[in-house]
């Protein structure tokens, strides 16, 4: 089955790190990019970043832009987002999604990774 | 604010037909072919209803369609069903950024 699975729910403090992941199963993960989506509490979706795992070519929206990093290993089929000091505000649902055709139609997408941040 | 505009929230009753407009500019929506629409149930990911503009992928209904004139993109839902009930967003390719934009999303109560 082609399928992208992401981790599970995470609680955290503020100030803490965190990576979540996404599995990519059922095609050549390689070649596909990934992109990474936020959306806020009651909010629309939101561009994060997006990464070639083929090279790990990776783009970031200027918004998000040192304060995430995303990463993949081919190896295992899998991408990564990760924060190195988390704050309340990155509070949010996160997806990862495939854009098969680089123009960034997603026609897979993890069921999301839900963050929260608290103290 | 989203770069794409979409109207906050749109109905029609079991049977009728809607459309979801989807407005930006000459650097994304009205400058290429690779436009996309999302529906989103409530807790669910998002699932790709139309791609370039008006292609549909294998799986989802011929009830759905989607058009373009100028920076105008447009998703139509006919013969709405209580299953649409959902939220639309519709997003673009752009040469003004290294990433697509998404627009604001629509919320659509079938009545």
């Known amino acids: 089955e082609v399928q992208l699975v992401q981790s599970g729910a995470e609680v955290k403090k503020p100030g803490e790190s965190l990576k979540i992941s996404c599995k990519g199963s059922?095609?050549?993960?390689?070649?596909?990019?990934i992109g990474w989506m936020r959306q806020m509490p009651g909010k629309g979706l939101e561009w994060m970043g997006i990464?070639?795992?083929?090279?790990?070519?990776?783009r970031y929206s200027p918004s998000f832009q040192g304060q995430v990093t995303i990463s993949a290993d081919k190896s295992i089929s899998t991408a990564y987002l990760q924060w190195s000091s988390l704050k309340a505000s990155d509070s949010a649902m996160y997806f990862c999604?495939?854009?098969?055709?680089?123009?960034?139609?997603?026609?897979?997408w993890g069921q999301g990774t839900l963050v929260t941040v608290s103290s | 604010q989203s770069a794409l505009t979409q109207p906050a929230s749109v109905s029609g009753s079991p049977g009728q037909s809607i459309t979801i407009s989807c407005t930006g500019t000459?650097?994304?929506?009205?400058?290429?072919?690779?436009v996309s629409w999302y529906q989103q149930h409530p807790g669910k990911a998002p699932k790709l209803m139309i791609y370039?503009?008006?292609n549909r992928p294998s799986g989802v209904s011929n009830r759905f369609s989607g058009s373009k004139s100028g920076n105008t993109a447009s998703l139509t839902i006919s013969g709405l069903q209580a299953e649409d009930e959902a939220d639309y967003y519709c997003s673009s390719y752009t040469s003004s950024s290294t990433l697509g934009v998404f627009g604001g999303g629509t919320k659509l109560t079938v009545l």
């Open positions: 059922g095609y050549r993960f390689t070649t596909s990019w």
């Open positions: 999604a495939r854009d098969s055709s680089g123009y960034y139609r997603l026609d897979l």
């Open positions: 990464i070639y795992p083929g090279d790990s070519d990776t």
């Open positions: 000459s650097s994304d929506v009205g400058g290429y072919k690779y």
């Open positions: 370039d503009v008006s």
